[in-house]
């Protein structure tokens, strides 16, 4: 197709609706973020702020470590405790440490980035160590990330300025429906680097490379969407274009510098030390700046300038001082210099720089275009944020899938009116099949995991390769066959039995959902349950690593997390949230579903997205632990009870009441 005047579709949004459509979103946003912060007037209380997970009060530093370029890690855990209270922090977020009971607005003994987390502890880098204070019990406070807000309203800014200058000034008619996409009359021809390519990535390989503007590889889960947007980025280089590569999480940046790096190509990641995978920090722009001439100048002119301090201090004569402080300064300037040419030097000679999609905000690049910006993961980043890497090139491509969860927004308003509804969306609405490649084939499930997928979202376009259309748990190594390992789908229903009936002589708890302080919702029966299930695997020999428990509701993680932490055998099970699981996959999937009530209410379980990646996380099992009464009272959510009965296993909890 040629490009030429659109006739806008209804579906287009125009540029000047964006904008005042947004902006106050943004704010929205912000504003939400700031009062779930605890240095909001709301929050003045220790206590509450920890309900809300902002803060975790009563820590420990229990190691601490040099690293990361000269960071200081510190490791906390809990004063009370295995398990870390239930908290709201991730990894990368912004934090303060404060002696425990220091009164809320005093000053803090250093700020840091959360490193690592576990649910025993938390790991956070820090600058400089926090001088004393450490042996006595501290906390930790969330802080409001303000700069990304500044940045995507400046983004706005721009944009709005941008239709007449910028590299971009040609892509952003195009992304609005003022004009139509266009691509090279023939499909590019190319030699893959990845031999393995199947036909659907090399399809989409091709049609990306004759796009002049736009172009969206939709992947399913497992289809290899990174791979196949590694294999672009190669073509790319080949060609000669310089590459801008964004996600919206720092680990999805990471996978692509880890997929790329073993090939031939000048890359540079930029970003925190302490955001980025250890296994890509020799391509982190502070490690590269290190290895350059002008760095190396730098260093001799520090020397140089330590040694002329050490001479004025001893020098009394007043010219001879005066003559040293003006040598001194002229010194300092090239020192400066010399590392700004550093820094431009590794940014100019990249072919590929790979930073987050606020990272790409970042002063170093103030002055650089790009001939393509990529954006993987598009489909989980705000329409605003993806913004601020487009406005640096004149072409994009966007690789996502708008049938998982979109990006998570804190303000209920904001994403009533829109805030969520990502620029992957809103252009596969806009130019549908025109401008996009949908991979079908995936490298991840057993078939009949995938096939409830396919069919429910994908219009059964979706196969399962070879290599694991028939892989099942058993075959794993060291893992015995039993009833349990040799089931592809099982259904453990909860509905009609309450705890107590079965399990009278030990805990009292029933399979009723409750709610918790934050008013999410838990199910202490079935969360028994699901580790029972997990600990039969186990003992079957399945590692307690190859398998995950998730569920839609935070109270019911944290639940899971106190009950595990008793159990030895599985140390190594990794909980989580549906959410906080996209993009991850284990052998094997344990789900708890949660919702119990005599209303048949199923809440946010209904949202198809949810339940898409919770399903397509497991490659050769997937148990759905669930009261199949309740859940069965949404439509879509029983043809998924129909499908794992029909085809699969289907248990009662009582089988489970001895474990
Ligand atoms: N053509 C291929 N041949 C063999 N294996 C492949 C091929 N393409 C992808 N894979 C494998 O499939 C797995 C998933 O690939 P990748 O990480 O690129 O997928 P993704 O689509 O980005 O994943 P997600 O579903 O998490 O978004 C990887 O183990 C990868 O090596």
Redesign the pocket.
């Known amino acids: 197709m040629e490009g030429g005047k659109s006739k806008k579709k209804s579906t287009a949004v125009s540029l000047q609706q964006f904008i005042s459509v947004v902006s106050p979103l943004i704010d929205m946003e912000k504003e939400a973020e700031i009062t779930a912060s605890i240095s909001s007037g709301s929050s003045r209380n220790l206590d509450a702020a920890q309900k809300r997970g902002s803060v975790i009060l009563n820590l420990k530093c229990v190691d601490a470590q040099t690293g990361l370029m000269g960071k200081t890690l510190l490791e906390f855990q809990s004063n009370k405790g295995d398990v870390l209270p239930a908290h709201k922090f991730g990894t990368h977020d912004v934090v303060v440490l404060k002696p425990n009971k220091a009164d809320i607005g005093s000053p803090s003994l250093g700020q840091g980035v959360v490193y690592r987390l576990k649910d025993s502890s938390i790991t956070v880098a820090f600058d400089d160590v926090p001088e004393e204070g450490l042996n006595s019990p501290l906390r930790l406070e969330k802080v409001a990330n303000e700069v990304t807000y500044r940045r995507m309203k400046d983004a706005l800014r721009q944009l709005s300025q941008g239709v007449q200058k910028g590299p971009a000034s040609d892509l952003i008619p195009v992304l609005f429906g003022e004009r139509l996409p266009s691509f090279a009359k023939k499909d590019t021809a190319f030699t893959p680097f990845n031999s393995?390519?199947?036909h659907s990535?090399k399809d989409a390989i091709s049609k990306a490379l004759s796009s002049k503007d736009v172009f969206l590889l939709h992947?399913p889960?497992?289809?290899?969407?990174?791979?196949t947007v590694v294999e672009i980025i190669l073509q790319e280089v080949k060609r000669g274009s310089k590459i801008l590569a964004c996600a919206a999480s720092n680990i999805a940046v990471d996978?692509i510098v880890e997929k790329l790096s073993s090939h031939r190509v000048k890359l540079v990641r930029l970003g925190h030390p302490a955001r980025l995978l250890p296994q890509v920090l020799d391509s982190a722009l502070d490690a590269q700046v290190l290895k350059g001439d002008n760095s190396a100048l730098a260093n001799d002119i520090r020397k140089e300038m330590k040694a002329l301090n050490g001479k004025l201090l001893k020098t009394k004569d007043k010219n001879t001082r005066r003559d040293i402080r003006k040598e001194l300064k002229a010194l300092s300037k090239e020192e400066h210099k010399r590392q700004q040419l550093a820094v431009t030097d590794v940014i100019k000679n990249a072919d590929v720089i790979l930073t987050t999609l606020t990272g790409a905000f970042s002063h170093q690049l103030e002055n650089t275009s790009f001939d393509l910006v990529v954006i993987d993961e598009a489909a989980q980043a705000l329409e605003i944020a993806c913004w601020i890497a487009l406005l640096k090139g004149s072409r994009c491509i966007l690789a996502g899938d708008h049938l998982q969860l979109p990006p998570t927004i804190q303000s209920v308003e904001a994403e009533k009116k829109g805030l969520g509804r990502t620029l992957f969306e809103r252009l596969a609405d806009l130019y549908g099949d025109e401008i996009t490649s949908m991979l079908t084939v995936q490298?991840?499930m057993h078939e009949q995991i995938m096939e409830w997928s396919s069919k429910e979202l994908y219009q059964s376009k979706i196969k399962a390769?070879p290599s694991v259309a028939v892989h099942m748990l058993c075959e794993l190594e060291d893992v015995k066959s039993s009833s349990s390992t040799e089931s592809t789908l099982i259904l453990i229903d909860i509905a009609g039995y309450s705890f107590h009936e079965f399990l009278s002589a030990r805990v009292l708890c029933d399979m009723e959902e409750k709610k918790d302080d934050e008013d999410s919702t838990m199910n202490e029966g079935e969360a028994e349950v699901a580790l029972a299930h997990a600990k039969r695997l186990v003992l079957s020999g399945v590692s307690a690593s190859d398998i995950g428990i998730i569920t839609p509701y935070a109270a019911q993680v944290q639940l899971l997390k106190m009950m595990k932490s008793k159990e030895d055998k599985l140390k190594d099970l990794e909980i989580s949230t549906v959410d906080g699981f996209q993009?991850r996959e284990k052998e094997a999937i344990i789900i708890s579903m949660v919702r119990s009530n005599p209303k048949k209410e199923v809440g946010f379980l209904s949202d198809h997205r949810r339940m898409n990646v919770a399903v397509t996380r497991a490659r050769r099992q997937c148990c759905l632990v669930c009261d199949t009464e309740t859940v069965s009272g949404d439509k879509f959510l029983k043809r998924l009870i129909e499908y794992f009965e029909e085809h699969g296993e289907y248990l009662s909890a009582s089988e489970y009441q001895d474990e």
């Not at 889960?221 to 791979?227: A, F, I, L, V």
């Open positions: 393995s390519l199947d990535q992947g889960p497992g289809t290899g969407k990174t791979t996978n490298y991840r390769h993009g």
